[in-house]
């Protein structure tokens, strides 16, 4: 089933010959195409690509976040179709983490309670909810804002919480979609040292949707698509 040696874990993500269709009949859009991708657990994947080559539309399947037209998606070797509902949240909210552009803050709630929002989602008591979300927001520097409001912060510090809100829940992966997007130079460089850490520091995996090569160069693997296709792959030296 596995290329992988025997007795080693299989990878974290996979996805098996993936394609994923919009619409029907003459307005029929394929959006990706035959696509196979695999990381494993602790390293780093970049999806890289041009607008509307179909960079979103595969994090979202690798993220459980939409199903395929065709084609599987493995979480650590588990084909998600043969999950029951219950168990695919409890990977979405458990295990990772997502750092979207189209995931907003709540800007009337303060950075304490957008953090600590997975947390409420997941059950888990009030107390062990703040030491997690001041943990959180500590390793982000951001201890001193947990009581403002979402709105009252500058880009940089926005995109931090939600970095927080990301790593709250310990999760095993965590997926950026262009994390760096809406950043000046320098703040981007500070969010792509705040990635690169978690992954060193923590073991977190990391699949990143990105238009800045020098990002994409900084990952362990990557991949290139073009209208829904790979059409190029690299491996970062060792
Ligand atoms: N819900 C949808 N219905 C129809 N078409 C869609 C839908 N979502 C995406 N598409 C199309 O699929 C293609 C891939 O979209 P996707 O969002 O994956 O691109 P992307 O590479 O992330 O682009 P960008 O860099 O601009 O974010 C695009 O042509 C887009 O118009
Ligand atoms: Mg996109």
Partial sequence: MSDSPRGSAPPVLRSVDVTRTYGRGDAEFTALAGVDVEVDQGRSLAIV?????GKSTLM?????????????VEVAGRAASDLRPAELN????????????QFFLTGGQTVFENVSLPLVIAGVPARRRREKTMDALEALGLAD??????????GGQKQRVVIARALVNDPSVIFADEPTGNLDTVTGAQVEEILFGLQRDRGITLVVVTHDPDLAARCDNAVTIADGRIIGRSEAAA
């Fill in 49 to 53: 690509g041009k607008s509307g080559s």
């Fill in 60 to 72: 979202h399947l690798l993220a459980l976040l939409d199903r395929p037209s065709a084609g599987s």
């Fill in 90 to 101: 409890a990977i979405r909210n458990r295990m990772f983490g997502f750092v979207f552009q």
């Fill in 145 to 154: 804002k947990a009581k403002n409001r979402a709105t009252d912060l500058s």
